[in-house]
């Protein structure tokens, strides 16, 4: 013959597990939005092509953005446009990324560059600058 309990999980009780999923969750994106301001904040802007070409976004979900520097006219650098005005778009971007992403549904995320310039910036950089930023270095070395 065999035995059995009935457990009633009471509301307070199923209350503290959905809060520990929230949690989880919020602390997933918070890593990710601490990614997104990192490869940000470590970007040379001039045009914002290549800062707004970032994306962040589940594994085979999307190519992502892709930004072109030579059909852009302010620049930071000649002084027609801010740093500040380019980043604020990148992170907007990357953001909204970030808040559509479901954890729960898709196991990785991928931080992408589709700026048809992103090789040049990552491994050659200006030439006061050699060998590149290596944006995507310096996030792996930070981040794991």
Do not use: C
């Amino acid at each position: 013959m065999s035995k059995q309990s009935t457990i009633k999980i009471n509301k307070s009780f199923d209350d503290k597990f959905l809060l520990l999923g929230q949690t989880a969750e919020e602390l997933v994106k918070d890593q990710l939005f601490s990614i997104a301001d990192t490869a940000i904040s470590l970007s040379p802007v001039d045009t914002g092509a290549y800062v707004e070409s970032f994306s962040m976004l589940p594994v085979n979900k999307g190519g992502g953005r892709s930004k072109r520097s030579e059909v852009r006219t302010p620049s930071v650098y000649k002084g027609t446009a801010s740093r500040q005005q380019f980043t604020e778009i990148a992170r907007d971007n990357l953001y909204g990324d970030i808040e559509k992403y479901a954890i729960a549904d898709d196991e990785k995320v991928v931080l992408r560059n589709r700026s048809p310039h992103a090789k040049d910036v990552e491994e050659s950089g200006p030439s006061w600058r050699k060998p590149g930023y290596k944006v995507f270095a310096q996030i792996r070395n930070i981040y794991g």
